[in-house]
C-alpha cells in the first residue's frame, strides 16, 4: 500500500466518508495536509476543494457560521477566523527584531 493510499484510508477510518473527509477541519492533524490525496499547494488539491465547496455547500456553509471557520482555511491549512480578516504574515525580519516599548 503506498503512503498516500494508507493516509486516505487512515482519514476515511476517522471521518467516516468522504465527503467528511473533503470537509474536515482538524487543521492540526498531520494528516489534514494529504487527506484528498494531494498536497494541499498543488492545484489538483484546488480543484478538488472547489468541487467541494459547490457539492457541500451547504456544509461549508454551516461550518462558517457555526464554527466560525472561513473556506479560505481549507486552501490554507490553517484556521482563517470568518469574521476577521486573515493574519498577516510575519516576516524573518519582523520576527528578529527586538519588540520596542
Not at 24 to 47: A, M, V
Not at 68 to 74: A, V
Request: charged letters at 40%; one cysteine or more; proline letters at 4%.
Amino acid at each position: 500500500m503506498s503512503r498516500i493510499t494508507a493516509i486516505k484510508k487512515k482519514c476515511l477510518e476517522c471521518g467516516g466518508t468522504s465527503k467528511e473527509v473533503t470537509i474536515c477541519h482538524l487543521f492540526e492533524c498531520p494528516l489534514w495536509k494529504y487527506r484528498t490525496g494531494d498536497n494541499i499547494k498543488s492545484q489538483g488539491y484546488k480543484e478538488r476543494m472547489q468541487t467541494g465547496f459547490e457539492n457541500f455547500k451547504k456544509e461549508f456553509d454551516t461550518l462558517e457560521k457555526d464554527c466560525n471557520i472561513n473556506k479560505k482555511s481549507f486552501l490554507k491549512g490553517k484556521h482563517i477566523n470568518a469574521r476577521e480578516e486573515e493574519p498577516e504574515e510575519v516576516s524573518p525580519e519582523d520576527e528578529t527584531r527586538e519588540p520596542s516599548n
